[in-house]
């Protein structure tokens, strides 16, 4: 509860999140048929760059900053882009302009089409609030405040069952990887055809592939890791990159993804043994 994403909007870690989100988007929308989107942390959908929080950290310059420095990023992450310049009407080459960063609430009420729905969750109250104006009224979205976890058992499966539920806890607690796997699972067994992606973050590369490989086990379902870092993942006190779990993924997601991974670690890697990868967890079929 004392997660305020407001410190780290537009870090690294958002880049790659939103980067594979939007590609994500794209594949569900190939086919006509409706979706509904669940996000299960959603924080406050739209972040002020200006503001003390955003300022504080100066995260952002180091992630999103640094990728619209390069005059390639709008060849290499097309739909990335374009939904900074929606919410940016004044974004300029290189940056300039760059005010709003948008939360994936804003992101997911973007793709919306007629007959899909959105449902978001946000458990700090205030944030909540604020959600519920940076979206505004939509009939095709509803916001909960409530638990993200509990959402999993409470709220799946949804109507339309075609759809994907994005978990992006803030991991404060001690035990958030051992409640998350059984947040997951719960949601995998009530809805087996939904798409999942779950972010998490890289300290200790050695920890984080353990608790992959566990989760893996018990998921009966294609899963791929999509990750980067930013450094060495040895130093386990401080954050050294960022991954997504995808489960059920797009049919060649990860020919998709690669070159704009490759992008991102050549704008967002900071020291000697940062990289990308695209690990398969579960082979499908």
Not at 123 to 152: C, M
């Amino acid at each position: 509860m004392n997660y305020r994403h407001a410190f780290h909007a537009g870090n690294v870690g958002d880049v790659l999140k939103h980067v594979v989100l939007l590609e994500l988007l794209h594949a569900l929308h190939r086919k006509p048929n409706p979706v509904h989107l669940l996000d299960t942390h959603a924080g406050l959908g739209i972040y002020d760059l200006a503001s003390d929080e955003a300022q504080r950290g100066g995260e952002y310059r180091l992630g999103v900053g640094a990728v619209l420095a390069d005059p390639a990023a709008g060849r290499m992450l097309p739909r990335y882009l374009a939904a900074l310049q929606a919410l940016n009407p004044e974004l300029a080459p290189g940056g300039a302009g760059l005010q709003r960063y948008p939360g994936s609430p804003w992101l997911l009420k973007q793709s919306l089409r007629e007959g899909d729905r959105l449902t978001l969750c946000e458990l700090h109250p205030q944030d909540a609030e604020t959600l519920k104006k940076n979206i505004g009224r939509d009939p095709r979205v509803a916001v909960h405040h409530r638990d993200g976890f509990a959402a999993l058992k409470a709220l799946l499966p949804p109507s339309p069952r075609r759809g994907l539920a994005l978990i992006d806890p803030a991991y404060e607690a001690k035990d958030e990887f051992t409640v998350l796997t059984k947040a997951v699972l719960a949601g995998l067994q009530r809805w087996p055809v939904g798409q999942f992606a779950i972010w998490y973050p890289i300290k200790e590369q050695k920890t984080v592939d353990a608790w992959k490989v566990d989760l893996a086990k018990q998921v009966q379902a294609e899963t791929i890791a999509v990750e980067l870092t930013i450094r060495a993942a040895k130093e386990a006190r401080q954050m050294n990159g960022s991954g997504l779990l995808l489960i059920n993924p797009p049919w060649q997601i990860d020919q998709t993804l690669r070159p704009m991974l490759d992008f991102m670690k050549s704008r967002l890697v900071r020291e000697a043994g940062g990289g990308v990868r695209i690990q398969t967890l579960v082979k499908a079929g």
